[in-house]
């Protein structure tokens, strides 16, 4: 059998096509990263902006992984609360509704571009201007809106037209005034320029820089709280990732001070004896078990405040064989027990795994003047800021649920995962992992098994199950609500594999517009 030359999953089909043209085009899994990283800003404007931040887990061959952290910051400064541009929308996803909080004020120091630009000195083959150029092409010729773009887009659409400079990235040709429909074609030349000067110039130009200087001298004047000094201090940080032996896999994942990667290492610990390979897949046995897992993993998170404190070892003890062990027993003796973020995953014919979260929130409805570029909304984000609004702490990452994952089977393949879904971004990932460990799927039908979600007393859960496992599941959990299809709320896990024989194969998650080229 004839061997892959890469393999790349992402959210969206220009996303995905820049990663393989790059791969094509002799570049490794690194390169292919960064260019969709780049054309996921022009294909999925919603969900990733270099206005944002996001991590990659990167395995080159032969070395142990490591985790950039180019998420967002917290500024030096607070302004008192009245002098903040900042206020509330609501994000209707049909069964259930969301609040975000926009505006100038709430406007995090993003880290995309920096990450962007140590990612390619420290990783990548090929120069950055022949990486962006896709992405370059895509944003001067036009992406024609798919279904799934444009559901997003609606959803948050008070967003979208809070500012005449929003509504330009999204404005239907036919129809002026209003978001544009399937089909359309949307160009953004503005983002192509400002992609090759940022390529010429480096990041410099955005950190101490003119581009950089039109965000904070408009933070200064409409109610922001960014300084010039809270872009120039930024850094990208280099992280030990997290790790955890599962069933003798081991996963890396996102450590502290994130909180995702040490939630899913806490429910997965939760699972490690749960025995869940003797149960048939969709079963009440099956569910019931992730349920509780995921209920108590939500209950640990609220009464110990994971990643409010400073103190990231005290987060870490919660993965301490005692502390475990009384939580197994809670699940083991349990009377039934028997927002706006894109994923990319990309592996290459050198052994090469990189798995990249990028998130803009939702987007804070501000568009960086003639580049085309919205800046987040982190800063308005209830589920990453756990002190609440106008209340987080000076100069720190923010506490992120994105967690870029690599886990290692004990048969040899490597896995290369992550998602976006705000809170069910934990939740998503362990699934798929326990799918393909506990359950032996393929990567296809471990990225699509019907999902569920444990929040706040409320258990979600996708079609696919019985109905019979569904009641079963409401005598546990009365507060269930049985989706009718598939969402976007339950995440987008975009993921590759590399078995130990060097084959290579991924799945794009259908829930978010997933594409997956396999070269």
């Known amino acids: 059998m004839k061997q892959s030359e890469g393999v790349v999953a992402a959210g969206h089909e220009v996303t995905a096509n820049a990663a393989r043209e790059i791969l094509r085009a002799g570049g490794n899994a690194f390169d292919a990263a960064l260019a969709a990283l780049f054309a996921s800003c022009v294909a999925e404007p919603v969900l990733a902006s270099l206005g944002g931040g996001g991590f990659l887990m990167a395995q080159s061959k032969g070395e142990k992984p490591k985790l950039y952290d180019f998420f967002v910051q917290t500024p030096h400064h607070r302004p008192p609360e009245e002098d903040v541009d900042f206020y509330p929308i609501v994000a209707d996803f049909g069964t259930v509704q969301q609040e975000f909080h926009i505006g100038m004020g709430s406007i995090a120091t993003p880290g995309v571009i920096k990450g962007a630009f140590h990612i390619h000195q420290d990783l990548c083959k090929l120069p950055l201007k022949e990486i962006i150029q896709p992405a370059c092409e895509a944003a001067r010729n036009g ?123 806490f429910t997965l610990s939760l699972l490690e004896t749960a025995d869940l390979g003797s149960c048939a897949v969709n079963s009440s046995d099956h569910l019931q078990r992730i349920a509780h897992a995921m209920k108590l993993t939500h209950e640990l998170r609220n009464a110990r405040a994971i990643g409010a404190s400073t103190n990231l070892d005290a987060d870490l003890e919660i993965l301490d064989n005692e502390f475990l062990s009384s939580y197994r027993d809670i699940l083991s003796n349990h009377k039934t027990f028997s927002r706006g973020t894109t994923q990319i995953s990309t592996a290459d014919r050198w052994g090469n795994m990189a798995s990249m979260t990028i998130s803009n929130g939702e987007g804070s409805g501000y568009v960086l003047p003639g580049c085309g570029i919205m800046l987040n909304n982190m800063l308005g984000e209830e589920d990453i800021n756990p002190h609440g609004f106008h209340q987080w702490p000076l100069n720190r990452r923010i506490a992120s649920m994105m967690s870029p994952s690599l886990m290692i089977s004990k048969r040899g393949d490597v896995i290369a995962t992550g998602s976006g879904g705000s809170n069910r971004i934990r939740s998503a990932i362990m699934q798929v992992l326990v799918n393909l460990i506990d359950f032996d799927m393929t990567i296809e039908k471990a990225v699509e098994q019907p999902r569920m ?31 009718s299809d598939k969402s976007i709320f339950f995440g987008g896990a975009h993921s590759v594999m590399r078995q130990k024989n060097g084959q290579l194969s991924g799945a794009g998650d259908s829930r978010r517009g997933g594409i997956c080229y396999l070269l």
């Open 453 to 483: 979600h444990f929040e706040n007393d409320l258990l979600n859960i996708e079609p696919g199950p019985a109905e019979s496992v569904i009641t079963a599941l409401r005598s546990q959990f009365p507060q269930l609500n049985a989706w």
């Open 143 to 265: 992406v024609r809106i798919n279904r799934f773009q444009h559901h997003i887009a609606d959803l948050v659409s008070p967003i979208i037209k809070s500012s005449p400079e929003a509504l330009r990235l999204h404005e239907s040709l036919q129809q002026p005034g209003t978001i544009a429909l399937p089909d359309e074609i949307i160009a953004n030349p503005a983002m192509a320029d400002a992609f090759e000067i940022l390529s010429h110039e480096g990041e410099a130009l955005f950190y101490q820089g003119e581009m950089g200087r039109l965000l904070t001298d408009t933070c200064r004047d409409q109610g922001g709280c960014l300084s010039p000094f809270d872009l120039e201090s930024y850094k990208v940080e280099r992280r030990k990732p997290l790790t955890l032996n599962y069933r003798q896999s081991y996963l890396f994942t996102n450590p502290p001070p994130s909180v995702g990667g040490i939630l899913i290492a």
